[in-house]
């Protein structure tokens, strides 16, 4: 039973094309994040999502466009793919709901990632 | 700006030894979590173990611990008896406390266990 799914996991198109990544989680957490891992495995931030509302949007150009239609589900949108897309992007959730007296940090759950290959 | 180091990139251990692998850390808010994700080669993250800054023992996870050592801001992860499927890149992390806080993740460390 996946915690953390997206689809696809693999996914190869041309430049300037349109394209979608889908994510679920069933563990009832109210915040997901995308994550984008470079060829030498740095991962970095591009969204976060609480309960449907976007909460952090680090700089990323504004062909990229994430959209949660509910709170188990955060997609990404990427308009106009470029060469530099190539990267893994994965999904991820989280218990944390910004509790300003909160009094953990909360590990996330990553989906399995999914492979773009923009030629 | 919260700042994670890991200064292996590589590093390699004998089956059945154990393993410490470095992190150091940078912030200036009292209030913070430490956390050490697996990815193994099939790509998936996996979390490890958890240490908040205000937590008074080292986490433990099975052969898993994090030595803490706050004053020099640093949180390393210790494998104890090695095994092949050990192998994988590691990663330190860590996130403030309170409110919505992104997870700044380090670079990585590549771990190969030999038979």
């Known amino acids: 039973d996946t915690a953390v799914s997206q689809t696809p996991k693999y996914l190869v198109t041309q430049m300037g094309n349109d394209k979608s990544i889908k994510c679920e989680q069933n563990l009832g957490h109210d915040t997901m994040y995308w994550y984008k891992q470079d060829s030498k495995k740095f991962l970095k931030i591009m969204f976060s999502y609480n309960n449907k509302e976007l909460i952090i949007n680090e700089t990323v150009p504004n062909r990229f466009s994430p959209k949660s239609p509910d709170k188990a589900h955060l997609n990404l949108h990427i308009n106009s793919l470029e060469l530099g897309d190539s990267a893994v992007y994965f999904c991820?959730?989280?218990?944390?709901?910004?509790?300003?007296?909160?009094?953990?940090?909360?590990?996330?759950?990553f989906g399995p990632g999914t492979r773009l290959t923009v030629t | 700006a919260q700042k994670i180091t890991q200064t292996q990139p590589g590093m390699f251990v004998q089956e059945k030894e154990a393993v410490t692998l470095d992190c150091t850390y940078d912030t200036s808010d009292p209030s913070y979590g430490l956390f050490w994700y697996k990815q193994p080669s099939s790509g998936e993250m996996i979390f490890l173990i958890y240490q908040g800054s205000y937590d008074q023992q080292n986490a433990t996870e099975g052969r898993y611990s994090l030595n803490f050592q706050k004053a020099r801001k640093s949180a390393n992860l210790v494998i104890s008896a090695s095994q092949l499927g050990d192998s994988a890149m590691y990663f330190c992390?860590?996130?403030?406390?309170?409110?919505?806080?992104?997870?700044?993740f380090g670079t990585g460390t590549k771990l190969q266990v030999i038979p």
């Open positions: 991820a959730s989280s218990q944390d709901r910004g509790l300003i007296r909160a009094t953990t940090a909360y590990e996330q759950y």
């Open positions: 992390a860590m996130s403030l406390v309170g409110g919505y806080q992104k997870v700044t």
